[in-house]
């Protein structure tokens, strides 16, 4: 073993109702423990198993305006079906944000939603293989 970083192993933040904010992550985007290819594995009440592929890291610089001023970070989820999940949240009361200058071939489509707490999630599809 060579000691590399493999990946992302978690995401904490702060939440004024963490149990709340959690059920909503996991009702509306399928997000958070016990989401995703989990299956019987030890633990996996514990786990989100997300579907490998690729995810940016970047800092951006502090007086961004590609987010709210008042937030250190925005989550980005990337999705498939980018329309059917819009419009499932949209019926569910929670308005997604769409800009045309957002949306690329190189880089895909983009929407934004806001989870209860305020924080800014952004909905990414990558372009298509």
């Keep these: ?36 290819n989990g299956g019987d594995a030890a633990g996996a009440e514990w786990f989100w198993h997300p579907q490998a592929g690729p995810m940016v890291f ?30 499932r949240l949209e019926v569910s009361g929670i308005v997604a944000e769409r800009r045309a200058d957002w949306d690329s071939p190189e880089t895909g489509r983009f929407a934004r939603i806001h989870d209860p707490e305020g924080n800014a999630i952004e909905l990414w599809e990558p372009p298509a293989d």
């Design 1 to 36: 073993m060579d000691g590399k970083v493999l990946g992302m192993g978690g995401l904490f933040f702060r939440a004024k109702a963490p149990e709340a904010l959690a059920a909503w992550y996991r009702d509306h985007l399928s997000v958070g423990a016990g989401c995703g």
């Design 58 to 87: 970047a800092p951006f610089p502090a007086d961004s305006d590609y987010f709210a001023a008042d937030k250190a970070f925005m989550l980005n989820f990337r999705v498939s079906g980018l329309e059917a999940l819009v419009a």
